[in-house]
């Protein structure tokens, strides 16, 4: 018995229609390539990527021994000025632990990282950290919205089969300003209002934003308010009604979140993931209980409209795909011509939640449901208690 | 040798017991809502890999017994435990593939849904559920009688 099931595992694996599948790039991955999705800035982007190596590297590979590599450059030359490490890889499979952070060590969340030529996607979690599973020669792409895509060869190769160390830093551009404010109105997409329709919408109170003089504040305080809650990135676009005029105000995208199904937000980095997975990795009697029980994976994000006009009334309806397009599409700063805009009574400040329930059995369907209000959504995921701090 | 009529209720027994099996899965599936709107579809999907088997197996061995004085017709024994160890690998190939549901969904980045991932491997099931009752008409077919046929006693009345 036992001789005849191996081959016949083997043989299943091999049959096994996902091996096809894994050969066409999920649509989301395609949605968020920067090169589709978001021109390169005119303006100074500055990154710098710092990858670790786990303890065990460290012991072998001093971090300080690691000589910089400008090879790079070839890939963004005229924008982007790395300063990379040697790369000491395995032969076979390793995990690629790395960090990324903008030019002031602050981590960048969301950042997108990928094998070249396959689906293998990471996501970087809420303090820049990522893990992924890399071959020699794998490049590894680094998207993030608003500054220049990386391509990182994976190429040198040492004796140790387990884990590689890579650094990667951008020096200060020397004409153009180091700093992320660099973002222009010109290229900051707009996002047309009235949004689509939401699992809640509603006006905030505008005691919220009392000490705002500026839309800058307002942008202020809400940052402030999601980062209290745990959110480590945000996204923005122009206002711009049916006609395509741009309005008025800006519009702020939370990172998507995974909540659990009484909508409290998940525990740890499975918050940020954004795929759904119906066991715990690791736990073989959770992964015999999904065989038998159609579990649900909720994600939830809020787009803040901050706008002279009332965009409340909408109907046209969205999909998780689109959801997240919007996050990664977007500008990663407001331009100093929209923060420097006096924030004045006629502003109203509408959060629209989308939520999305995705179960093992069905695609992923907008969560119109749960029966919640904004408030409650917004105190859910901790904005509100951060916005009355 | 062995008799045809231990051979054919060992053989019973063997999918008897895997059909109720894996109805006792479907049925926990169910009742999980694992398949949600797919719920008859997979019933369309799932009975006929089971129960006209089950009843042809059935079937057979009810018109051997009432044929009278089956225990003098015997089988080679080869034929029986290669008939037997079709049937117990044609039920393992269905555990396997009832049990990579939730790995491969999760491979394919949720665009799979339960009842999809079944359907992917019908044409391996149908090839080994045809070797399966191929196996099963040949055994029902060869026999050997041991004294007098019962089915010339049958005649003779």
Known sequence: MKPLLIPLMALLVALHPLQAQQKTAPKFQKAISPQKTLPPPKEATNVKIQTKASPKVVKDTSFSAIKPKTNLEKVTPSKLHLATADTLISPVSIFFQGKVTDTKNNPLPGVTVQVKGSTKTVMTDINGNFVINVKKNDVLLINQPGFHHMEINVTQQTGNNTMFAMRIAKPPAPDLPDSEAAVMEDEMPGFMIPPPQASAAAILDKDYFKEAKTLGEVDSILVKALKTAGWGDTRYYRVMDKNKKTLDGFILIAQLEQTRDDGEPMDGSQRWELKFTAWAKGDMLDYIKSLFVNRSGYFRTCVFVISTANPLASTASTNLNQVKSWFYGASIGLPASIANTLYSGQFNCTAYIYEFKQTSSQAAEMNLNRGWDTARYLSSSRILQGLKK | ?157
């Open chain 2, 1 to 157: 040798m062995i008799s045809k009529l231990v051979a054919q209720r060992n053989l019973l027994i063997c999918w008897g017991v895997g059909t109720l099996l894996f109805v006792a899965i479907a049925i926990t599936q169910q009742a999980g809502q694992k398949f949600g709107k797919d719920s008859d579809a997979f019933w369309d999907w799932f009975l006929p890999n089971f129960i006209p088997t089950l009843t042809l197996i059935g079937g057979s061995y009810v018109a051997l017994v009432q044929q009278g004085d089956p225990d003098n017709k015997q089988i080679d024994k080869g034929n029986y435990w290669l008939c037997f160890w079709i049937m117990v690998l044609y039920f393992a190939l269905m555990l396997l593939i009832f049990g990579l549901m939730s790995y491969a969904i999760d491979k394919s980045e949720n665009k799979l849904t339960p009842l999809e991932h079944l359907r992917n491997y019908s044409k391996i099931i149908v090839a080994l559920h045809s070797l399966v009752t191929l196996m099963l008409g040949i055994f029902f077919a060869k026999e050997k009688s041991t004294g007098t046929p019962a089915g010339n006693k049958a005649g003779g009345n």
